[in-house]
């Protein structure tokens, strides 16, 4: 028995090394220049928004949108002391901490009625290979993170939580933690190919939308962070690799592979796999296909997931963020999975001159609309239907307020039937409504107030009704 462990964690472990092994054999002899010319191609000047997605924020010390000068108008409140800074960024080396602050209160409803304040602290250093002059196109990626005390999601007793950001490094914890939740390499390769492999949360990447996908500036409940039904397939964290074919803007293919393990839901804290095997993997196809229509951009992102991972009926999903456990139904176990999601993104309406330098790569100002869906059988999880959808303001609110940003959103999730028919006093439904205002008071700070009304899928609580403000601080 112990043979076959270690024969398949070999396995595992030779088909991760092969992807790196490809990557920096297939790009060593290849000369570049970088964006910023000089020196070998730089995959941080030509994709930052890699990095935005892997950091799910829309900046970072030493991108094209870095603004320097005093306190009050610099990007980032420790700013360039000495040019210490910018000299590690023009040889490579990438450094980004952020923290975020909520105070909430959970006024009626849900399980308790509380007033919390927790927060968290992130991370992220990179090593640029191409501006570090060793070779093009690589990057190492690394992101710790850690959170403090409790917030409101056992208050309003959600099966998605109310702040989905209180969730990590470790989603079974409201306890303070923290962890080196992510580590991996990211190369690009001749013919727009790109390849990665690593420790990471792939929902960084398989579920962007470009109007509704941070939870440090965006909306607060999961639902309208992210899609639940892909954490049945890649849990927070766990290794994955990947292979993407961007021929060009327009069309994006991604294939993945990864450990879909009990123990890979622990890892963001843990760090160890101790029984991985090949029998847990999951496999997805992701197409992504961005658009304008009469300058107005918009996105349309569909992924097919297929899990070999052997489960009970009904077993919860940690990454699926179930603030209380329903235990499992005795039915014959499943030995696989399978699902369907996408999400869409569309702006209606975009402020003219709007997408000049200060948003270079970002979304440009203006209104838009999203949605989020996903489908998976009804006989082995607890979520078979998610749907979600909203409007997203940029820059179009108060006078004078060109960085403030608006949100108005919804979120469903259909519990299954079969379990509806084998544990009592499930509603069908669980709803959540949510508004949020994020008003900027300098370049590095931002203060959101973020109003929710939250129906929890338990027939024993009522709506509950909460008011936070979150306060994100970028040094």
Not at 229 to 241: A, N, S
Request: hydrophobic content about 35%.
């Amino acid at each position: 028995m112990k043979t076959t462990v270690l024969r398949q964690k070999l396995t595992l472990g030779l088909v991760v090394l092969a992807i790196f092994g490809f990557g920096l054999a297939a790009t060593a002899a290849a000369q570049g220049s970088s964006p910023a010319g000089g020196g070998k191609f730089s995959i941080t000047e030509a994709k930052p928004e890699l990095f935005y997605s892997a950091m799910r924020y829309d900046k970072f010390f030493g991108d094209a949108n870095t603004v320097h000068g005093g306190i009050l108008e610099r990007s980032n409140l420790l700013g360039n002391p000495g040019n210490v800074r910018q000299t590690l960024v023009d040889h490579g080396l990438y450094l980004n901490i952020g923290v975020t602050q909520f105070l909430q209160r959970n006024f009626s409803g849900g399980d308790d009625e509380n007033t919390r304040y927790n927060g968290s602290t992130d991370l992220w250093m990179w090593y640029d290979t191409g501006k570090a002059d060793l070779w093009p196109g690589g990057a190492f990626f690394v992101h710790g993170e850690g959170r403090w005390r409790s917030g409101i999601n056992n208050d309003v007793g959600s099966y998605q939580s109310a702040n989905h950001d209180q969730q990590f490094p470790d989603t079974d914890s409201n306890n303070t933690n923290w962890a080196l939740s992510e580590w991996y390499y990211i190369q690009s390769l001749p013919w727009n190919l790109m390849v990665s492999g690593g420790k990471m949360n792939f929902a960084s990447y398989g579920d962007t939308n470009i109007l509704a996908n941070r939870e440090r500036s965006q909306f607060l409940y999961s639902g309208l962070v992210v899609n639940p039904i892909p954490g049945e397939y890649f849990p927070y964290t766990t290794l994955i690799g990947w292979l993407n074919w961007s021929p060009n803007k327009m069309h994006s293919l991604t294939a993945v592979t990864g450990v879909n393990s009990d123990d890979a839901k622990a890892t963001a804290e843990a760090g160890t796999f101790d029984t991985l095997t090949t029998k847990d993997l999951s496999f997805v196809f992701d197409y992504v296909f961005s658009y304008d229509i009469a300058a107005r951009p918009g996105r349309f992102l569909v992924d097919l997931a297929y899990s070999t991972k052997e489960r009970a009926s009904f077993d919860i999903s940690r990454q699926q963020l179930f603030a209380q456990s329903v235990g499992e139904v005795p039915i014959d176990e499943k030995s696989t999975n399978y699902t369907v999601i996408g999400n869409f993104s569309q702006y209606l309406w975009v402020k003219e001159g709007s997408q000049g330098l200060k948003r270079e790569n970002l979304p440009p100002r203006g209104i838009g609309i999203f949605c989020r869906f996903g489908w998976h059988p009804e006989d082995r999880n607890v979520i078979d239907e998610f749907y979600s959808f909203g409007l997203r303001g940029i820059g179009v609110s108060l006078p004078g307020r060109d960085d403030d940003e608006w949100g108005l959103g919804w979120a469903g999730s259909h519990i299954s039937e079969d379990l509806r028919d084998n544990i009592d006093d499930l509603r069908d439904w669980e709803h959540a409504f949510e508004a949020y205002y994020n008003l900027l008071l300098t370049p590095a700070s931002h203060l959101s107030v973020n109003a929710q009304a939250i129906r929890p899928a338990d027939e024993d609580l009522d709506t509950a009704y909460t008011l936070g403000l979150r306060m994100q601080l970028d040094f």
